[in-house]
């Protein structure tokens, strides 16, 4: 892992972290959406272009890559350094969650 793409993913956006959790499956940006709207009580909600900007990104960054397209929608999965930047985002919370008194 490069140090350029550390500094460009750690810390993460919300929206960054959650495309990246959803896609420890295959899956294609609406089923991203549609996960994190219900993982948050609608809480988060990713628009249309931002979750395609993401895709794109972190494609091209190598984090994700591009499995088939199925019923014209692109499933994607995470790569290996996807899941290396997936974890430091987990751990830095972690650690903020131990430093301001949770478990």
């Not at 500094?7 to 495309?19: D, N, S």
């Not at 993982?39 to 249309?48: F, G, H, L, R, W």
């Not at 994607?76 to 974890?87: A, K, P, S």
């Amino acid at each position: 892992m490069t140090d350029k793409i550390k500094r460009i993913y750690i810390p993460m956006t919300e929206t960054g972290f959650y495309i990246l959790f959803c896609l420890q499956e295959e899956m294609h940006g609406y089923g991203i959406t549609q996960k994190v709207k219900n993982m948050t009580d609608n809480q988060v909600i990713i628009t249309a272009g931002t979750m395609y900007g993401s895709l794109s990104k972190m494609e091209k960054d190598g984090l994700i890559y591009f499995v088939r397209e199925e019923e014209k929608r692109k499933l994607y999965y995470i790569t290996e350094l996807g899941r290396e930047i997936l974890q430091l985002e987990i751990d830095r919370i972690k650690r903020l969650y131990r430093n301001i008194g949770g478990a």
